[in-house]
C-alpha cells in the first residue's frame, strides 16, 4: 500500500517526530474522518510500498530524509511553493528558505522525489492574474532543474474556505473571487509554456475542464514515479480520490484541524484556534497523530 501523509495536514512540518516513532513501531491508528471509525494502519517494512509526503516546508523533515532512504522505502515529496503574500499564508517560513529547502532534497535524493505544487491559485486583488504570472514564472527560474513536473489547481471553494476566505478579505481590505472557467483556462494556457521553457511538465490536479493544450492530468499520488525510484514496479491501482482524480489507491494517516500555518485558503482546518491547540498538545509517542476524543475519554 501506499501511504500518504497527507493532504489533511502538513505532517513534515510538524509532525515528523510522529511518522518516524510510527514506522519504527510498524503501524499507526488513524481515526475516519467521516465515520470515526478507528482503524490500525500497517507501517512495517511489508506493508509501504512507498510514501507521499504533502507540505509546505520540507525543512524540518530533511533530517529524517536518510532514515527512508536507508529502509529503502521510496519516496516523493508534493511540495506547495506559491510564494503568496503574508495575508494569505500566515505562517508559512519565508520563500527563500523554502526553495533552499527544496534544493537540499534534491541534491540530497534525486529530482525524482520532487514535485512542485502551485497550488491552490487564487484569484484576489492581492493576488490578480498578473501577479501569478511573475510569481509563477519567478518561481519556476528558482527550481528550474530540480523538478520536472508542476501540479496546478485553482481553489476549491468550500464552505470553511469562503468563511476563512471572507474573514481574512475583511481582516486585511482585500477581495477575491472564483473566476468563470475561462478565464481559469486562459491562465494556465499561460503558464503552460512558462512551465515547458523551465523544463517542466504541467499537470492540473483534478480539474480535467482545465486541461488546456501543454497541461496533462496530474496523479499526485503516482506509482509510476514511485516505482522509478524503487527501481521495481509497485502494484498499485488506480483509485482516485475524488471525481477526476488520477491518483493510485493509497491510505492516508493524516488528521483534520491539526495544520496551524493558518493559510486563508486552508480546506483542512474547520478552525485554526483548533488546528494551533492540537498542535501544541500533540504527543509524538502517541498511536494516533491527534487522539479522537472519544479514545481520550476512555483513558480517563
Not at 8 to 18: E, K, L, N, S, V
Not at 191 to 212: D, F, H, R, T, Y
Amino acid at each position: 500500500m501506499i501511504i500518504s501523509a497527507s493532504y489533511r495536514t502538513d505532517i513534515p512540518a510538524f509532525y515528523g517526530d510522529w511518522l518516524m516513532n510510527r514506522l519504527r513501531a510498524g503501524f499507526c491508528r488513524v481515526q475516519n474522518p467521516y465515520g470515526g471509525q478507528i482503524s490500525r494502519v500497517g507501517l512495517g517494512p511489508g506493508d509501504i510500498d512507498g510514501l507521499v509526503l504533502w507540505t509546505k516546508n520540507i525543512g524540518p523533515f530533511l533530517r529524517h530524509l536518510p532514515a527512508l532512504a536507508a529502509r529503502g522505502l521510496p519516496f516523493v515529496v508534493q511540495h506547495s511553493i506559491t510564494g503568496y503574500p503574508r495575508e494569505l499564508e500566515r505562517a508559512t517560513p519565508p520563500i527563500d528558505r523554502v526553495l533552499d529547502s527544496a534544493a537540499h532534497l534534491v541534491n540530497a535524493h534525486g529530482p525524482r522525489a520532487l514535485v512542485w505544487r502551485y497550488d491552490p491559485i487564487l484569484l484576489s486583488s492581492l493576488t490578480p492574474a498578473s501577479f501569478h504570472l511573475d510569481n509563477f514564472g519567478r518561481l519556476c527560474e528558482s527550481l528550474r532543474g530540480l523538478c520536472d513536473e508542476v501540479t496546478v489547481s485553482f481553489l476549491q471553494v468550500y464552505a470553511k474556505s469562503r468563511r476563512h476566505l471572507d474573514e481574512a478579505a475583511a481582516r486585511h481590505g482585500f477581495d477575491w473571487r472564483d473566476p468563470p472557467l475561462n478565464d481559469k483556462r486562459a491562465l494556465l494556457a499561460s503558464l503552460a509554456p512558462i512551465a515547458q521553457a523551465n523544463g517542466m511538465k504541467l499537470s492540473v490536479c483534478a480539474q480535467s475542464e482545465l486541461l488546456v493544450p501543454g497541461a496533462i492530468a496530474a496523479r499526485c499520488v503516482d506509482a509510476r514515479r514511485l516505482s522509478d525510484i524503487a527501481g521495481h514496479p509497485l502494484q498499485a491501482k488506480a483509485r482516485g480520490n475524488r471525481a477526476g482524480c488520477g491518483c493510485a489507491e493509497s491510505r492516508d494517516i493524516g488528521a483534520y484541524d491539526t495544520c496551524p500555518h493558518g493559510c486563508a485558503y486552508c480546506y483542512a482546518v474547520q478552525n485554526p484556534d483548533t488546528a494551533r491547540r492540537r498542535f501544541q498538545s500533540h504527543n509524538p509517542e502517541s498511536e494516533f497523530l491527534f487522539t479522537p476524543k472519544t479514545i481520550l475519554r476512555f483513558n480517563k
